[in-house]
């Protein structure tokens, strides 16, 4: 009796270690295509990878890791935009951000000096079938003259294990200076966004 006891105990802590890989594995993803994904299908991989994201921004003692899932989010869901590695993209705005962001201008836009935009990325591996997380991007506006060739954006990233990501700023700059007229951001795709 005392064996089936230990038996049933093995195989039960064998079952958890399973379960435990099983939640910590990528999200499976069948599409040849980023682009293909329904949204049903990008919600399902959100609710899978949403809190692996989190615990791996959050391993490093990035400030703005620790913080961002507590900002405005400025979409329904993520969506894949083209930038960044055509990754899924969910982005947050903070207190000082959040009221202009949510405008969606296109002209003039002028943010204040403080805001800061998060956006958790999510890669596609078609070849493999498996949806996993990627870097965090972060955008903070600085004061005037903070960096001048940037526009006063400072370009950061937290990799998946929350260390920080080496960002060369006119890399990022001269990508998101295609948008000067909206103070060089992205907004998420229009069927997605939060309105203000």
């Known amino acids: 009796m005392k064996f089936r006891t230990i038996l049933a105990a093995t195989a039960l802590t064998f079952s ?42 959050t391993k490093g003692d990035d400030a703005v890791a620790a913080a961002y899932r507590g900002w405005t989010v400025t979409s329904t869901r ?58 965090l991007f972060i955008m903070t506006k600085l004061e005037a003259g903070g960096a001048p060739d940037a526009n006063d954006w400072l370009y950061s990233a937290v990799q998946p294990n929350g260390k920080p990501m080496k960002i060369k700023q006119s890399f990022c700059h001269d990508c998101h200076a295609g948008w000067a007229d909206q103070d060089a951001l ?11």
């Open 16 to 57: 958890a270690s399973i379960t435990t890989s099983a939640v910590a594995a990528d999200c499976p993803v069948d599409v040849e295509d980023p682009f293909d994904l329904e949204a049903a299908q990008i919600t399902e991989i959100y609710d899978c990878i949403k809190e692996k994201m989190v615990e791996g921004y």
């Open 78 to 135: 993520p969506a894949v935009a083209g930038p960044h590695g055509n990754r899924l993209l969910q982005t947050f705005a903070n207190d000082v951000a959040a009221e202009q962001y949510l405008k969606f201008e296109e002209e003039g836009v002028v943010m204040p000096a403080g805001s800061v935009l998060a956006k958790e990325s999510i890669k596609i591996n078609t070849k493999k079938k498996m949806a996993r997380v990627g870097p």
């Open 186 to 196: 992205a907004y998420p795709l229009e069927e997605v966004r939060v309105s203000n």
